[in-house]
């Protein structure tokens, strides 16, 4: 009988740092556009179990990486009342791939380019 089972679970922590500028747009709209650093921190146990032949090879890993890279965005606004805008924007932030090793096996995990659309509400006080 064969059969492979591989299991990746990881916890995923970012932090960006960098500028932002308000590039007004008449009395109500507002461009924002920001970039910088961006970090991303990855804690992960990989485990892996192999069935050949009525062999059976099992492995696992706990792993720690931070993988750096950088980040640009832009969001649109608009001012609905004195202290109330609503917002929709996106970030394109690059990292590294992360890999983990156990016993010969391999995962990997593609963080390498990711898109994070945002919308809401922002109110100043």
């Known amino acids: 009988m064969l059969g492979a089972k591989r ?6 922590f970012g932090m ?7 590039l007004p747009l008449g009395e109500k709209w507002m461009i924002t556009l ?7 921190a ?3 146990d990989f485990k892996f179990s192999d069935s050949v032949l009525g062999r059976t090879a099992r492995g696992s890993d706990s ?6 890279g ?9 001012q609905v009342a004195p202290s109330t805008r609503i917002f929709a924007g996106a970030e394109y932030q690059a990292v ?7 016993g010969g096996r391999r995962a990997r995990l593609d963080l390498g380019n990711s898109v994070f659309m945002r ?3 922002s109110f100043s006080f």
């Open 96 to 102: 590294g791939d992360f890999t983990q090793d156990a």
């Open 119 to 121: 919308a809401g509400v």
């Open 70 to 78: 950088g980040f640009v965005g832009a969001k649109v606004s608009f």
């Open 34 to 40: 920001n970039g910088g650093f961006a970090l991303v």
């Open 42 to 44: 990855v804690n992960s």
């Open 63 to 68: 792993q720690t990486d931070l993988l750096p």
């Open 7 to 12: 299991e990746l679970n990881a916890n995923l």
């Open 16 to 22: 960006r740092l960098g500028p932002y500028v308000d």
